[in-house]
């Protein structure tokens, strides 16, 4: 299907939920219902359960592209709790369906998504360290709880008995961190089954209950090498040098102010190169970062960049002798995720605001970069919420939630909340 068909496809798709959610019941009214009241008395009382899933998962590693044991793992689980259709695609993701009502497993499906991998390397200590209520282990908030908190969500809905009007999918998703890229939610969206029949996404990363990420902050890095003929330090001195080059883009691109609103950002990050402390290197490299909560602004300075690195090369070859050859240098693309928001207005931003609120929360609206960038840059309604919760030190190996019972199970009753307000609580 050509981009702009199935664009249109998802606008369809999203208008038909955004519709049914608003002649549905309000968050309000879903979160004083019988059915949801039964729900989270069954989340308190299976919090112990819920703890015990966020350290077995945690537990199973889950580096970059290496999500495998864990996906399968999590497998087994959406299996255990009587889901249909649980599967791993071809790109990793798991995946199963609970039907509802009207749709009866045939779609269109409200997702809600947690992502597999953590940003730790191959080899971390993984293993939970527990004190009192706070569980510390890399990668245990961000995102191994919200993985059991969907798990959760699925128990809490059959013991209450909750039927929803829409499909709902649970998904394990790949590739969030990093140089994963987003791709297993670009699979999910772009070539999996389900490409053509997702109606809104909910992304459950971090903790924060209070927190709606409604718009998405796109980003694009490179990988720039800069390479010359190199040679001795004394002996070739005066001849070009890749490290003088690479300077001064690091230098003018610093010099650079990005816009503020919308906030757009950039980074020199990465660097090394180089053979010996006598000698002019042959090849370096750096790698930059670029951000915005705009696609015009990242444009703007995904250009900027690309002009300050040709003339950083092109004054280097015109400071020294280019006799053994000149400086050049080559941009690769390591990292490109898409800018987009969804509308305020939207019936997933203003449900799930009113569930915040309707469970005591200030509502915070954010930006950040997560799964719900994708389906954001194709008119997909979608936000990202937290599991509920204390946690902080993300991506530090000292990373830590607290899993206390009360505020666990009143946090994680912000998303079950969201949830079943999008798809339509049919017995309330």
């Given at each position: 299907m ?7 496809l998802f ?5 038909a939920t955004?519709?049914?959610?608003a002649a ?5 009214a879903v979160v004083?219902?019988?059915?949801f009241?039964?729900a989270v008395?069954?989340?308190d009382?299976d ?13 199973i590693p889950?580096?970059?592209?290496k999500?495998?044991?864990r996906?399968q793992?999590?497998?087994a689980?959406l299996k ?5 259709d649980?599967e791993?695609?071809p790109?990793?993701n ?5 039907p ?14 947690a992502h597999l991998?953590t940003?730790?390397p ?5 293993k939970?360290r527990r004190e009192g209520?706070?569980?510390m282990?890399p990668?245990?908030g ?8 969907l ?5 809490a809905?059959?013991?209450a008995k909750i039927?929803?009007t ?5 998904v ?6 990093g140089?994963?890229?987003?791709r297993?939610v ?9 490409k ?10 971090g903790?924060?209950?209070s927190?709606v ?19 001795h330090?004394?002996?070739a001195?005066g001849m070009?040098?890749p490290?003088?080059?690479m ?7 610093y ?9 757009t950002t950039?980074?020199a990050?990465?660097t090394?190169?180089?053979?010996s ?7 370096v490299?750096?790698?930059f970062d670029m951000?915005s909560e705009?696609?015009?602004e990242?444009a703007?300075l995904?250009?900027?960049?690309q002009?300050i690195?040709?003339?950083a090369?092109e004054?280097?070859?015109?400071a020294?002798?280019t006799?053994f050859g000149k ?7 390591i990292g490109e995720?898409?800018?987009g928001?969804?509308d305020?207005k939207?019936?997933?931003v203003?449900?799930t605001?009113?569930a915040?609120a309707a ?9 950040s970069s997560?799964d719900?960038n994708v389906?954001m ?9 937290g599991?509920?919760?204390k946690?902080?030190?993300?991506h530090a ?5 607290d899993?206390e019972?009360?505020p666990s ?5 912000v998303?079950l909340?969201a ?10």
């Amino acid at each position: 299907m050509r981009p702009t068909a199935l664009a249109s496809l998802f606008a369809a798709l999203a208008l038909a939920t955004d519709a049914g959610a608003a002649a549905g019941l309000s968050a309000q009214a879903v979160v004083d219902s019988p059915a949801f009241k039964a729900a989270v008395v069954r989340l308190d009382a299976d919090h112990d359960r819920t703890v015990s899933d966020i350290i077995a998962l945690t537990e199973i590693p889950a580096p970059p592209f290496k999500e495998t044991a864990r996906g399968q793992a999590y497998l087994a689980m959406l299996k255990a709790h009587g889901l249909t259709d649980v599967e791993m695609d071809p790109e990793g993701n798991v995946m199963g369906v609970r039907p509802g009502a009207r749709t009866r497993g045939k779609g269109p499906y409200v997702v809600l998504a947690a992502h597999l991998d953590t940003v730790f390397p191959e080899g971390t200590d993984v293993k939970v360290r527990r004190e009192g209520t706070k569980l510390m282990a890399p990668g245990i908030g961000d995102d191994t709880r919200s993985l059991a908190v969907l798990l959760a969500y699925v128990r809490a809905m059959d013991a209450a008995k909750i039927t929803t009007t829409s499909d709902i999918l649970f998904v394990g998703n790949v590739g969030e961190e990093g140089a994963g890229d987003l791709r297993g939610v670009r699979y999910l969206f772009n070539a999996g089954k389900y490409k053509s029949q997702i109606s809104a996404f909910f992304s459950m990363d971090g903790n924060d209950p209070s927190r709606v990420v409604d718009q998405g902050v796109g980003s694009k890095r490179y990988h720039v090498v800069f390479r010359g003929p190199g040679g001795h330090s004394y002996g070739a001195f005066g001849m070009v040098n890749p490290m003088a080059a690479m300077s001064k883009a690091v230098v003018d691109l610093y010099a650079v102010k990005p816009s503020a609103a919308p906030k757009t950002t950039y980074a020199a990050s990465v660097t090394g190169g180089g053979t010996s402390v006598n000698a002019i290197p042959g090849e370096v490299f750096m790698d930059f970062d670029m951000r915005s909560e705009s696609a015009a602004e990242l444009a703007k300075l995904d250009a900027t960049l690309q002009a300050i690195l040709s003339e950083a090369v092109e004054t280097e070859n015109a400071a020294r002798s280019t006799r053994f050859g000149k400086v050049s240098f080559e941009a690769k693309v390591i990292g490109e995720r898409p800018a987009g928001r969804t509308d305020r207005k939207a019936a997933i931003v203003t449900a799930t605001h009113e569930a915040i609120a309707a469970l005591g929360y200030t509502p915070a609206h954010d930006a950040s970069s997560t799964d719900a960038n994708v389906p954001m840059s194709l008119g997909i309604p979608a936000v990202t919420i937290g599991s509920g919760g204390k946690g902080g030190r993300a991506h530090a190996l000292d990373e830590w939630i607290d899993v206390e019972r009360g505020p666990s199970v009143k946090g994680m009753s912000v998303g079950l909340a969201a949830l079943l307000t999008v798809a339509g609580l049919e017995n309330p």
